[in-house]
């Protein structure tokens, strides 16, 4: 079966394991496995007029972006803790617990196909860790690797259009 239909768009899904997400201007996240869904919903504003017979008027409101998990297994890779504390750092000097100068990141989240091609950007705008959970829940019986995670509270997201459908690589057979 072809990937592409004749227009030369792909026609199968992206697979979902091949991603990596970086600060703008900056360097990837070391390791991060696991990056939850970008979602946003609009507000459903209702209203009626006093005349109108039975019919509610719809209009959209207020946008809300959800706040956004990223997981990595635990290593010495202090990163996602040393941004959390700047947020909250707990024995700072009073006054000091939050770096009001640059707690706030613009991050790029890339996808990529089963080539390792980059196809899909999403900028998402002044991100700052909300939840840090530094090491999981600890069980001699589990066979798992330990799992930190950080939420990201951030004020939108968008699709980078710049990146391109890159041309789909194709192999021939050895004759």
């Not at 990837?28 to 008027?57: C, Q, W």
Request: charged letters at 25%.
């Amino acid at each position: 079966m072809t990937q592409l239909n004749t227009a030369g768009q792909r026609v199968i899904p992206y697979a979902g394991y091949k991603f990596r997400i970086k600060e703008v201007g900056g360097d990837y996240f070391f390791a991060v496995n696991k990056v939850s869904a970008l979602s946003r919903t609009v507000e459903v504003m209702e209203y009626r007029e006093g005349g109108d017979p039975s019919l509610t008027r719809k209009s959209p409101g207020q946008v809300k972006y959800e706040a956004i998990t990223l997981e990595r297994g635990v290593t010495h890779n202090a990163q996602f803790e040393q941004w959390a504390n700047k947020v909250w750092n707990y024995g700072s000097a009073l006054g000091g617990e939050v770096s009001l100068g640059d707690f706030r990141k613009d991050l790029l989240l890339e996808i990529y196909n089963e080539a390792g091609q980059l196809v899909l950007g999403y900028n998402i705008y002044r991100a700052w860790v909300s939840e840090f959970r530094a090491f999981p829940e600890l069980d001699a019986s589990a066979s798992s690797f330990a799992v930190q995670t950080i939420k990201l509270e951030h004020e939108g997201w968008e699709r980078e259009y710049s990146v391109n459908q890159p041309a789909e690589p194709t192999f021939t057979e050895p004759e």
